[in-house]
């Protein structure tokens, strides 16, 4: 039976529930980067580093939401400071304590004097970037290509463009990721390539009196830094007055204090996301009180009250389940289980190595922390160029088949401190058992 057949048979409860989704659903999805042929599977459950799906089966968990679980499913200290919170009340439209001790953990963690909440990482990029534009009273915001910063109009570029429609590797083009983004967001958009520093360095020098930021993840998606990079472009942002704003919304579980602690550069802004809302929607965007200025509402007596220069608000900005969630998992995150989950991550990432090697695919593996990924050619990925060559074929067909043998491996692949090192070394005889089985269509493609 082929990987496919296997897979429809398995998931029939899904294939229904796909099938019902799509009358009511766009392609049947809410999120598009969750969807693959023939049809998502449908999770009824999950449990530490276990998910359960609608037909029963039984599957080790390495995505996590992509990347937000850092406890691993259902955490008794988290599910039980949500209950404590439920019982409360979830929305009592006023602030609450909660706000107040997730902004003093994650500011003291980031070295930040205050941070804003927002409902997602989306919100939070897009609103610090907006704080830029206004501290600054430019325009122009670099990006790199590549990266990833939420579904907005500014940052819906490039990507993942087709390179050959790219233009040069050090001055890349801008481009439209999707429709429906009008060309003076484009116009305000500079693109710059991760990972090459003398070509950021010279654009950013070139573009240095219109570029109010420059946005990007310390370690973009999993790619690491070359050594030097990140520091050349905090050099050459200070240097012009522009403002830095490292997209965290991944990397902060990379170190108690984010990535910017792990490399030793520290941005203007950092955004965050994903792990510090325990498994709820958040985000939040933090700095110092200097450049939060235009956020804050100016001093005045009752019942005057003064307008700030920025007037975001949200409905659910944090929320009182999440922040107990959030704060539940920070506890948690001593120095001793940042440790446990990059020698978890390790422990992966060499496992995969050795199986490669021993199969004699000659396929790099990256990542860094508790974070791996099968870069599906020879080479190592250094930045969305050589990313775009790996060979995304057989890398889907690769997690399809692994779905078939109880390994969810999806999307930004990672472990959580819930992932022992049974269920690694078990994943891991299972992803052998899936490279062999994949070995013809690899030597075939490889021809
Ligand atoms: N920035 C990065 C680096 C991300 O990976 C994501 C989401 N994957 C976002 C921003 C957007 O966050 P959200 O999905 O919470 O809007």
């Known amino acids: 039976m082929d990987v496919l057949e296997r897979f429809v048979t398995r998931n029939p409860t899904s294939k ?7 009358r009511y659903l766009p392609s049947g999805s809410s999120r598009n980067v969750l969807t693959y042929p023939p049809f ?24 996590y939401n992509n990347t937000t679980l850092i406890l691993g499913h259902n955490h008794p200290k988290v599910v039980k400071a949500i209950r ?21 953990e994650l500011t003291h963690r980031l070295g930040a004097d205050k941070l804003r909440f927002t409902p997602s990482g989306t919100e939070a990029n897009l609103q610090a970037v907006r704080l830029a534009r206004s501290s600054t009273g430019r325009d ?21 463009p087709p390179v050959e429609k790219a233009g040069p590797a050090n001055v890349p083009y801008t481009l439209k990721q999707h429709e429906g983004i009008p060309q003076g967001v484009l116009d305000n958009i500079l693109v710059l390539p991760f990972n090459d520093a003398d070509a950021c360095q010279s654009l950013i020098k070139r573009h240095r009196n219109e570029l109010a930021a420059v946005i990007l993840e310390p370690v973009q998606r999993d790619t690491p830094p070359k050594p030097g990079f990140l520091e050349a472009i905090r050099e050459a942002t200070a240097k012009y007055g522009i403002l830095l704003i490292f997209d965290e919304v991944i990397s902060f579980r990379l170190s108690p204090g984010g990535a910017q602690r792990l490399y030793g550069v520290k941005p203007d802004i950092t955004t965050m996301g994903k792990t510090i809302g325990g498994g709820f929607p958040v985000g939040a965007y933090a700095s110092t009180d200097e450049l939060v200025k235009p956020l804050m509402i100016p001093d005045s007596t009752f019942p005057e009250l003064k307008s700030a220069r920025l007037g975001f608000s949200g409905t659910f900005n944090a929320h009182p389940v999440t922040m107990a969630a959030g704060l539940a998992v920070m506890k948690e995150l001593t120095p001793t289980v940042y440790e446990r989950l990059d020698d978890a991550g390790e422990r992966m990432r060499r496992g995969l190595a050795s199986i490669i090697d021993g199969e004699g695919l000659g396929f790099h593996v990256g990542g860094v922390g508790s974070f791996f990924h099968i870069n599906w050619m020879a080479d190592e990925v250094v930045d969305y160029r050589s990313s775009a060559r790996e060979d995304k074929i057989l890398s889907r067909l690769f997690s399809l088949d692994l779905m078939n043998r109880g390994v ?40």
């Open 140 to 160: 122009l915001v670099a990006k790199c290509e590549g990266a990833y910063h939420g579904s907005w109009d500014s940052m819906d570029v490039s990507v993942s």
């Open 408 to 447: 969810h491996l999806w999307g930004h692949p990672n472990v959580s401190a819930a992932t022992s090192v049974e269920d690694i070394d078990g994943a891991l005889e299972t992803i052998e058992e899936g490279f062999r089985a994949l070995k013809p269509l690899i030597k075939e493609r490889a021809r």
């Open 40 to 63: 998502p599977v449908y999770m009824a459950r999950g449990l530490g580093s276990k998910l359960w799906d609608v037909d029963g089966n039984e599957r080790i968990d390495f995505n």
């Open 16 to 22: 229904r529930l796909y099938e019902k989704a799509c």
């Open 84 to 104: 404590d919170q439920l019982d409360k009340g979830t929305v009592l439209g006023a602030p609450t304590e909660g706000e107040v001790k997730l902004a003093e």
